[in-house]
């Protein structure tokens, strides 16, 4: 069966761009266009709104995007099924995490499974932490590295694989802005720092809810995509920054921050693995999420 055209469509529906969906699926601009126009046609309907300068789901779109993911699932279900009764599992597992964690924790979580499982093809994409939990609940990505946040999505499983405290950093050289005393945080000492922040995310939660218990909001510099541009931004003098002490640790740029000994400390990181319940009941997911080792 030939199931190219349902992963033209939901690459296509993911990117909203005819140019990067058929460079993600290898595939001329023309090929996409044309498998995209032989399911509309099969359908009877439009999928896709689209000009010279956007592209946008239709009604009819979103409907099939539901019935698309669902069927290559069940088929890939079956096929890894069936291929593990002649034991062998071949096909994708695509993964997102931040830059930092791909560096921390592929190498350790990856090295045994890859020799275990050598037809099986890791596809990796990195960025915002704040989007690995939406991108696997979408179902763009099978599987997720980041925080666990306070309330776990329902259907999603996940596994600690590490624990980091979030810590708030400062440039290393002197500002008058640094709180002098930060063991005794005061709103005064506090008011009118220039703080670089996660958009989003439960870094951002925990340091909205630390000021919120100061009695005051932030004073808000810059707000960033990603823990590792908070370290270059603090440690070229634009505020203090929230992150956690994994990142610091794995930057380039750690000497030219320092940590602020704050008090209330800020709640520490649980660092993991997640995915969705649904998914593990395929045999080529099941098979790395066994391979991983929770944290006690």
Known sequence: MDMRPLKH????????HFGRASEACHVSPSTLSRSIQQLEESLGVRLFERDNRHVALTRQGHSFH????DTLEQWEQLRQSLMSEAHTLTGEISIYCSVTASYSFLYDLLSEFRTRYPGIELKLHTGDPAQAM???????EDMAITSRPRQLPEGLAF????????VFIAPRDAHEWVPADPRTPSAAQ??????????SGLSREVSNTWFKALGISPRIYAQVAGHEAIVSMVGLGFGVGVVPRIVLEASPLSERVRIL????????????????NRRLRSPLIHALWDEVEERS
């Open 66 to 69: 539901a019935y698309a993911r």
């Open 190 to 199: 506090w008011r009118n720092v220039p703080m670089v922040l996660s958009e």
């Open 9 to 16: 469509f939901l690459t296509l529906a993911d990117t909203l």
């Open 159 to 166: 596994k600690s694989l590490t624990r980091s405290p979030l």
């Open 261 to 276: 000994p704050v008090k209330p400390e800020l709640p520490h990181y649980d660092v993991g693995l997640c995915v969705l």
């Open 134 to 140: 939406p991108r696997v609940l979408a179902g763009n």
